[in-house]
């Protein structure tokens, strides 16, 4: 059964940093692209981030590029985002998945089932 457990969420400042981690458990994880996306309540997930399988390629949506990473280690099955110089648009809970399609142009969640996310707030 797959699980996707994320963490690292909080309440910071604009400008302020976080680091995100979603830990698997139930698949190869090594052999998943792995992708983190985000929802505000209300609204469609949106792809934020995808990593290939061993790391050496990253795709970021615009509204990240440049302010965000995200690595994996494939030891320990977790994939991690880095966020640097957050704003409040950031706002929203936060989920990783494996990703279908990636490098086709139409790269969507691998698993029907999500995590419980975690929460990211940017407020002064």
């Known amino acids: 059964q797959v699980q996707l457990v994320e963490s690292g969420g909080g309440l910071v400042q604009p400008g302020e940093s976080l680091r995100l981690s979603c830990v698997t458990s139930?698949?190869?994880?090594?052999?998943?692209?792995m992708s983190w996306y985000r929802q505000v309540l209300g609204k469609e997930r949106e792809l934020v981030a995808t990593?290939?399988?061993?790391?050496?390629?990253?795709t970021y949506d615009d509204s990240v590029k440049g302010r965000f990473t995200i690595s994996r280690d494939n030891a320990k099955d977790t994939v991690y985002l880095q966020m640097n110089s957050l704003v409040s648009d950031d706002t929203a809970r936060y989920y990783c998945?494996?990703?279908?399609?990636?490098?086709?142009?139409?790269?969507?969640?691998?698993?029907?089932?999500w995590g419980q996310g975690t929460q990211v707030t940017v407020s002064s």
């Open positions: 990593i290939s399988r061993n790391g050496g390629s990253t």
């Open positions: 139930g698949i190869f994880f090594g052999g998943h692209n």
């Open positions: 998945n494996a990703a279908l399609g990636y490098g086709t142009g139409w790269t969507r969640p691998r698993f029907s089932s």
